[in-house]
C-alpha cells in the first residue's frame, strides 16, 4: 500500500529489511546495541562485524557506556548492508500497557526521523518495532508507528518511508491501520 503525505510517500510491504536499499534502515535494538535475535540479529549478521565494533564505539563515545535509552535512537553505517546507515532504537518491552509503552513507541519513530532528516537521508525502512520479543500488540503498535510516521510526515518534506513487514498478517493491520488513518486525514 502506498500513500501520499505532503510531497512524502509512505509504503507498506511484506520483505526483509535487510535487503532494502533506502538511504537508511531502523534497527529494533536492545539497549547493549551488541546484537540479539530477530531483526536485531539479521541486520548484524547482514551487515558484517563492522557494525557491531561501531555499535561499541556510540557506547564508549557517545553514551559514555551506558545503554541506549528505550525511545531514543543512535546511528552507525550500514557496512555490507544495501543501505548506507542504520538508525538502532530501543522499542519498549510491553508490559501491560501501564509503563508508558505507547509513548516510548511513539519516540522511537520520532527520534528515528529525525535523526535521518538530521543527517540529510531521503529514504528511510522501519520494521515493526517492539512487536516480536518485545510482545507488543500489533494492532496498538501498528496505530501509533503510523499515527506518528503520519504525523511527522505531514510537518516535514522528508522523502520515502517504507515499512516492511515481515508477514502478511502484520501486513494487513498495518494496511487496516492506515486505511483508517488516511480516512481521518
Ligand atoms: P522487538 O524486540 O522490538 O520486538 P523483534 O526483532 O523481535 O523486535 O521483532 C520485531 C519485528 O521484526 C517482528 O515483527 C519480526 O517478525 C520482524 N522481523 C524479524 N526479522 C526481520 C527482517 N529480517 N526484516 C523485517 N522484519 C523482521
Known amino acids: 500500500m502506498d500513500a501520499t503525505i505532503g510531497q512524502n510517500g509512505l509504503k507498506l510491504m511484506v520483505g526483509d529489511i535487510t535487503l532494502q536499499k533506502t538511504d537508511v534502515i531502523v534497527n529494533a535494538a536492545n539497549g547493549t546495541l551488541l546484537g540479539g535475535g530477530g531483526v536485531d540479529g539479521a541486520i548484524h549478521k547482514a551487515a558484517g562485524e563492522e557494525i557491531l565494533d561501531a555499535c561499541k564505539r556510540v557506547r564508549e563515545e557517545e553514551l559514555s557506556g551506558r545503554q541506549l535509552p528505550t525511545g531514543e535512537a543512535v546511528i552507525t553505517k550500514g557496512y555490507n548492508l544495501p543501505a548506507s546507515y542504520v538508525i538502532h532504537?530501543?522499542?519498549?518491552?510491553?508490559?501491560?500497557?501501564?509503563?508508558?509503552?505507547?509513548?516510548?513507541?511513539?519516540?522511537?519513530?520520532?527520534?528515528?526521523?529525525?535523526?535521518?532528516?538530521?543527517?540529510?537521508?531521503?529514504?528511510?525502512?522501519?520494521?515493526?518495532?517492539?512487536?516480536?520479543?518485545?510482545?507488543?500488540?500489533v494492532e496498538f503498535a501498528a496505530d501509533i508507528a503510523l499515527t506518528t510516521l503520519v504525523s511527522f510526515l505531514k510537518e516535514h518534506p522528508f522523502g520515502q518511508v517504507m515499512i516492511t513487514l515481515f508477514s502478511e498478517a502484520d501486513y494487513d493491520v498495518y494496511k487496516t491501520s492506515l486505511e483508517k488513518i488516511m480516512e481521518e486525514k
Open 89 to 137: 532504537t530501543v522499542g519498549p518491552v510491553w508490559e501491560g500497557g501501564t509503563a508508558n509503552e505507547p509513548t516510548l513507541l511513539a519516540s522511537c519513530y520520532e527520534n528515528a526521523m529525525q535523526m535521518a532528516l538530521k543527517h540529510q537521508l531521503t529514504s528511510i525502512a522501519f520494521p515493526s518495532i517492539s512487536t516480536g520479543v518485545y510482545s507488543f500488540p
